[in-house]
């Protein structure tokens, strides 16, 4: 299996209703995938892109410009928020040898003026899934 960027998911997590932040994101190519109110009495939602990018630089510049041009409301309901986070996932195989992914001075520079956290998480290899007609070894 390839090592391989899947994507990169970006976290919310806030005491009030996320559905007015989300619809505002909406506005400028970012999906949710969910918006929930936690057991905690907190709300979490997990947004995307709708354009697919090859690295995450690319994926977080694009939700970068969306939360830059949030205002009022939606820019107040953001600061709000005890958590937000662009999560970074990989696929992780065994080739090739080496991979990299670039996030540039000025993508780190506006994550972190704008209050927001990077995570990477590493999805391991599953092993294949044989099929019935195979014989089975032990």
């Known amino acids: 299996m390839e090592i391989r960027y899947l994507n990169t998911d970006f976290d919310l997590v806030a005491s009030s209703h996320l559905q007015p932040l989300v619809s505002a994101l909406r506005a400028y190519g970012l999906r949710a995938l969910h918006v929930t109110l936690g057991g905690d009495g907190l709300w979490y939602s997990i947004l995307e892109t709708e354009e697919d990018y090859d690295e995450p630089d690319g994926t977080i510049g694009a939700m970068l410009a969306a939360i830059e041009s949030l205002e009022d409301d939606a820019a107040r309901e953001w600061s709000a928020c005890r958590l937000r986070e662009f999560n970074i996932g990989y696929d992780c195989g065994d080739d090739p040898w080496a991979f990299n992914n670039e996030l540039t001075n000025d993508t780190l520079r506006r994550i972190a003026a ?19 007609d195979e014989p089975q070894t032990q």
């Open 114 to 132: 704008l209050g927001a956290s990077l995570r990477i998480t590493i999805y391991p290899q599953r092993p294949e899934k044989k099929r019935a």
